[in-house]
Each structure stands twice: as structure tokens, then as C-alpha cells.
């Protein structure tokens, strides 16, 4: 890190003190900073990682949401992982199976219902205890059950049941979309039960919607 010039303002005994500093590092000024502290927790004869407890510090990272983090950095050249917990676990849980999805699909009706179900089993399902596992043998056909878990197990193999946490995509399963080919989209509230919008027909040309209420204004 470059070194900087500045100041620092102490007050004691009611006498303000202004003190100027040549050493400055990790200011505001630099703005890409990225560092990793290695504590040392238990004292071993040799080299343990486990003995070894480590913060990490970059101005994208924070409590909630560790998307921004420069993975190049803490992962690439440190060699480490962000710790999982629920709320990441699900977020991961979440985008794996939407991957997996989106990639084997074999038609627009399967991929449209797969995600659904899957926003409405992590937004509105009744377990606390969820996972990849549980997914595949309510959602997945018979003979794509094996290949979507060990899908799943080679990119996060703990997301095969863990305990649910929808604070990090809260947002992104609150509702679902049907986009059309002349820019329009419907957004409906992803639900258990009679869902609010359907497609009822469609072809090349048009796409027959039921709305399952009444129209209300613009």
C-alpha cells in the first residue's frame, strides 16, 4: 500500500493538539485496498492451517452480501474461503439450481415451472430444513434426480440440506417473470397454490396469458 501525508486532531485537558503523520496507509484515497490478517490461535510445531484464524478486509465486502469480493484475491492468491453460513448457503443453493435449470431444460414449460417451484419451495415452503436432496425428489423428474445432485455436490457439495436463510436473495424470489419477444413483461408474486398468472397457450406469433384477477388501473 502507498504511503500518504495527513493529520490527527487529539483533545485533552480542554487543549486541542493537531499532529501531522508521513506513515499513512489504507486511506479512504485508496479505494481497491484488499487485506487478510493471520491470527495465530494455537501455537503448533508445524505448519497447520487450522491454527490459524483469518479476517479479511475489501471495501465490496460487507455483513450481508459477499458477491462483490475480489475472489482473485482471497481465493485465487490466499487460497481461502468465505465462511458459509444459512443465508449464504441458501443464496448458493439458490443459484446452483437455477444454473442447473436454465442448462438442462429441454423446454421453455419446464424451465418456467422448475423456477418457479423452485422461488415458491425456498420463499413459501414450510421446512426450515432445506437443500438439494429435498428438491430433487419433489421437483425433478425420476430420471434427472441423480445428475441434478451430483450437479450440485461438484460445485457446493454442504448445500445438500442445510437450514434455510432467504436474507440475501430475499429480493430475487419475491417474484417471477414471463418476458416476451416485443419487450413486455408480466411480474407476479411467486406463491404456493393457484398461481396468479398463467400461460395458457402460445406459438410463434402469440402467447395467450390468464390473469387470475381482475384489472384495477395502469
Not at 415451472?113 to 430444513?129: F, M, P, T, V
Not at 430475487?172 to 400461460?199: A, L, M, Q, W
Request: glycine content about 4%; aromatic content about 12%.
Amino acid at each position: 500500500a502507498e504511503l500518504h501525508e495527513g493529520f490527527t486532531s487529539t483533545v485533552k485537558d480542554n487543549v486541542a493538539t493537531i499532529g501531522y503523520l508521513t506513515n499513512l496507509f489504507l486511506t479512504p484515497e485508496q479505494k481497491l485496498y484488499k487485506v487478510a490478517f493471520f491470527s495465530e490461535k494455537t501455537r503448533m510445531s508445524t505448519l497447520n492451517k487450522n491454527a490459524y484464524e483469518v479476517f479479511l478486509f475489501d471495501n465490496n465486502l460487507t455483513s450481508k452480501d459477499d458477491s462483490g469480493a475480489a475472489a482473485y484475491f482471497y481465493k485465487a492468491f490466499l487460497g481461502l474461503s468465505i465462511s458459509a453460513d444459512s443465508s449464504r448457503l441458501t443464496r448458493s443453493f439458490y443459484e446452483i439450481t437455477e444454473d442447473y435449470i436454465n442448462a438442462t431444460s429441454s423446454s421453455l414449460e419446464e424451465r418456467i415451472d422448475l423456477s418457479s417451484a423452485l422461488r415458491i419451495y425456498i420463499k413459501a415452503g414450510q421446512s426450515e430444513i432445506i437443500g438439494t436432496n429435498d428438491f430433487a425428489e419433489n421437483y425433478m423428474s425420476v430420471e434427472k434426480r441423480d445428475d441434478y445432485i451430483m450437479f450440485c455436490e461438484e460445485k457446493d457439495p454442504v448445500i445438500s440440506s442445510f437450514k434455510k436463510d432467504d436474507t440475501l436473495i430475499k429480493n430475487r424470489i419475491k417474484n417471477s417473470t414471463f418476458k416476451f419477444s416485443n419487450e413486455v413483461k408480466i411480474i407476479y408474486p411467486s406463491i404456493d397454490g393457484n398461481t396468479p398468472c398463467e400461460i395458457i397457450e402460445r406459438d410463434d406469433k402469440y402467447t395467450t396469458v390468464k390473469i387470475n384477477g381482475y384489472l384495477i388501473g395502469n
